[in-house]
Nanobody
Framework: LQLRESGGGLVEPGGSLKLSCVAS????????VKWFRQRPGKEREFVAS????????QYASAVKGRFTMTRDNLEATIGLQMNDLEPDDTGIYYC?????????WGRGTQVTVSS
């Protein structure tokens, strides 16, 4: 049972990336899912979340208005559309799924914003 992130890479400031999170071994639909990131020299921090039933989304103030989190129709993939990226968005982005006492972390995908 695992989560796998993809879509990271190198992008110039002002550019866009879309991250994806896919589960293997279990379905994501009953799970609340969050994106976290760990920027260089800093602790892991919350980025965005999407609820399993209501699909209500929440965002960290630093990314609100620039990032959009989604679930696809089959709820097999979680997306994080990141626009207007800034150098301070550089870091490793992690997907986290939780349902009651069950929780899973992905291994992360590197995002680098640099000219």
């Amino acid at each position: 049972l695992q989560l796998r992130e993809s879509g990271g890479g190198l992008v110039e400031p002002g550019g866009s990336l879309k991250l994806s999170c896919v589960a293997s071994g279990f379905g994501l639909s009953p799970y609340n899912v969050k994106w976290f990131r760990q920027r260089p020299g800093k602790e892991r921090e919350f980025v965005a979340s999407i609820a399993s039933v209501t699909r209500y989304t929440q965002y960290a103030s630093a990314v609100k208005g620039r990032f959009t989190m989604t679930r696809d129709n089959l709820e097999a993939t979680i997306g994080l559309q990141m626009n207007d990226l800034e150098p301070d968005d550089t870091g490793i982005y992690y997907c986290h799924a939780q349902r009651g006492q069950s929780e899973y972390w992905g291994r992360g995908t590197q995002v680098t914003v640099s000219s």
